[in-house]
Structure formats: C-alpha cells, structure tokens
C-alpha cells in the first residue's frame, strides 16, 4: 500500500506524520515523535539530526508500507495476548506456564511502555529488545525462549494477512560460548556414599530413581505404583508431574522419545519393595484421609511432593554431607556417563534416558572419566608405540 509522510517541528523536536490508507482506502493521519532537536550545538550537528530524523521517517514509512493497514494498526500487546490465549488451548500446561513467565516478566513490560502497533515494530526494535535483556543479565538461552514467543506473534500476523513481513524473521541470537552448560556427574563411590546418606530421608525414593533409572525430577515425582511391573521388572514412564504457577500433573513426557519402558536393576526393584511396605503401613495408620494418588514419591498421608522440594531438600543434603555441589538433574548425567564409562553404546544409553536424538546424549550426558582417558591413552600407546 501507498504510504506518505513529513517531518514537522513540533516545541524545537522533529515530528513524524505520515498517512496511512485505512481498510476502506481512506487516509488515516498518524504522528509520532523522533525525540531528535531541530537545532543542533552547529550547523553540522543541526545537518546531521535532520539527517537522522529523514531516515527514521524513512524506516517507518518502509514498515508501514511493507503492513496490512488493518493489522498494522493492531495493538502489539493485544496481539500477543490473543497469540497466548490461542497456545493456551495448543500446549502443555507446563510450557504454556513458561510462555506466560516470559511474557509476564520480560516483554510486557519492555513493549507496554513503547505503545507499539504490530506494524511499527521493525528489527532494530526486536534488536534494541535482545540488547536490553543481555545487559540486564540474561542469557541468551533465555532470550531465545522471549524470542519464539515474539517470532510466533509475527509469524501469525503474516500468516493472517496483517503484515507482509516478520520483524523478527532474521534476528538470531547466537550461544554465549562461556555460557554454554555442562552437567557434572558423580564418579561411582560418590555415588554409592549418596546412596548411603539419604538413607530414611523423604526424597530417598527420588534419589534412587534418579541415580538407577536417570529419571528426569518430573519423571520421577510422577512415576505412580501403577507405572511399575514388580513381577516383570519394568518401569513405564508415562507420567509426569511439574510446577509453574500450580503444580501439574499429567499423562505425558518431555517428549515422544520420553515415553519409555526400562527393566529395574535388581537392587532397585528390592528397594522399591521396602517403599511399598512402608507406604502400605502408612495407609494403614492414616486411614480415610489418605490420598489414593499412589505415587512412589509421596508423603505419609499419600500426597505427591512437591517438584521444587525434591531440589531444595537435595541441595541441602549434600551440603550437610560435605558432598560435591550438584543438581538433582545431574543424577541423570551420572547414569547416562557410568552406562558410557562401563562400554555401553550411545544408542543404548540415548533409549535409557529418552532422549529423541543420539547427539544430545553425546553433547550433554556424557563424561568420560579419567579413568576412561587413561585407558584411552593405553589404548593408543598399543596402536602406535
């Protein structure tokens, strides 16, 4: 569409107007300041903002030009909470929770304070964003997560007819290489000394199912006695339990790959059946009150712990233990790492740990030991010497 536009003075500040056909082909007037002084400190400087205010002019115009008239004119807040309110319906109750967090926490109130309609976003606006979150201090694996949430909003307003491009089509945000994790794992002995010590603890069960079966925490809060074949010694991972802003439960995984089914090593089934017991003598004492939620990780009235709690309270048990500092997660990569350490492929240890891609095993989950280098080292001294 054909959009025109000046500059005028407006109190010693360049004023941008530009007409914009409406719906019906109607001219509809738009103002907008540059925030940039007609006169300068010289003529240099006065040349040179006029200049700056001429290509701001310019840029708007593009965009404008480039937009449906209609959904340029769309509230960008308004249209990213329609946007929100339709993946509400479409995902996970756990990631639509963190779309809202990021939402709620970063770009609401970066864009309400602008008053942007979807059409005056452009790139250096999404840039000036990615800029501004990174010296606020976070990462950007975090600003990623922001930027599909924007990405969406301008995907579907392309898709609807509203504009004819995306602001955000080309911005990427590239790893951090300092930012880049990599998860610790226990050798074998720390490993054993943990099982010793969160002997009797509430999240003991956790714990083990962490360390024998590398269950995620959802995996391993949600893992229900119905999910467990004592008989044939399988664990079914169907279920999962998180929280955000309430605590969730649902019959589902992380992903497809998620969805497994793993023997129980011999001493976890033994153990599992000691937990049974005991919970079976809690029913018993605690009566009509008990929750039937029959959960593996539960408390002695039958409810399912809370996600954050396993964390916390693993935290503060290797502390008191003098253990090394690790998440509850990395019990993961200490299983997936002592399966590759003790000559299991990757292609069995990604099946262990549901992982949809062999390479995510290989790039995260895996530590060789420096016992496994040191034979590695004897291996070529065999080879070559």
Not at 49 to 61: C, G, V
């Amino acid at each position: 569409m054909k959009v025109t536009g000046s500059l005028q003075e407006k109190n010693g500040i360049y004023q941008m107007t530009v007409r914009v056909p409406d719906i019906n082909g109607n001219l509809k007037q738009k103002s907008k300041s540059t925030k940039i002084k007609v006169q300068g400190k010289n003529q240099r400087e006065t040349r040179a903002n006029k200049q700056k205010a001429d290509r701001m002019l310019a840029e708007w115009l593009d965009t404008l030009s480039k937009s449906d008239s209609y959904g340029a004119d769309k509230d960008l807040i308004a249209a990213i909470e329609d946007w929100m309110a339709m993946k509400k319906k479409r995902l996970r109750p756990d990631t639509y929770e963190a779309y809202r967090c990021n939402y709620e926490l970063h770009i609401k109130p970066f864009f309400e304070k602008k008053r942007l309609t979807l059409g005056e976003v452009t790139p250096r606006v999404i840039l000036q964003y990615v800029r501004t979150k990174e010296d606020a201090g976070q990462s950007r694996k975090s600003i990623r997560k922001h930027l599909v949430i924007l990405n969406g909003v301008f995907k579907e307003a392309v898709a609807l007819g509203e504009l004819t491009y995306n602001p955000c089509a080309n911005i990427t945000v590239k790893d951090n290489q300092e930012e880049h994790f990599e998860g610790t794992a226990y050798e074998i002995d720390t490993a054993k000394k943990l099982l010793e010590v969160i002997k009797g603890d509430p999240i003991e069960p956790a714990v083990y199912l962490g360390l024998f079966l590398g269950l995620r925490r959802s995996e391993a809060v949600g893992l229900r006695w119905k999910d467990v074949d004592m008989e044939n010694g399988i664990v079914h991972i169907r279920n999962t339990v998180v929280r955000f802003s309430t605590i969730t439960e649902m019959e589902k995984t992380k992903s497809r790959a998620s969805k497994r089914d793993l023997y129980m090593p011999s001493a976890l089934k033994a153990y599992l059946q000691t937990v049974w017991d005991r919970q079976e003598e809690e029913r018993k004492l605690t009566g009509r009150n008990y929750s039937d939620a029959e959960h593996i990780c539960q408390w002695a009235d039958g409810t399912v712990f809370e996600p954050n709690y396993v964390s916390h309270r693993f935290a503060k048990l290797l502390k008191k233990n003098d253990l090394p500092k690790i998440r509850f997660h990395d019990l993961r990569h200490t299983a997936g790492s002592m399966l590759v350490n003790s000559g299991h492929t990757i292609k069995q240890v990604q099946e262990f740990l549901g992982h949809e891609k062999a390479s995510t095993t290989l790039d995260i989950y895996t530590h060789v030991s420096m016992e496994g280098k040191k034979d590695t080292a004897e291996a070529m001294d065999k080879l070559l010497a």
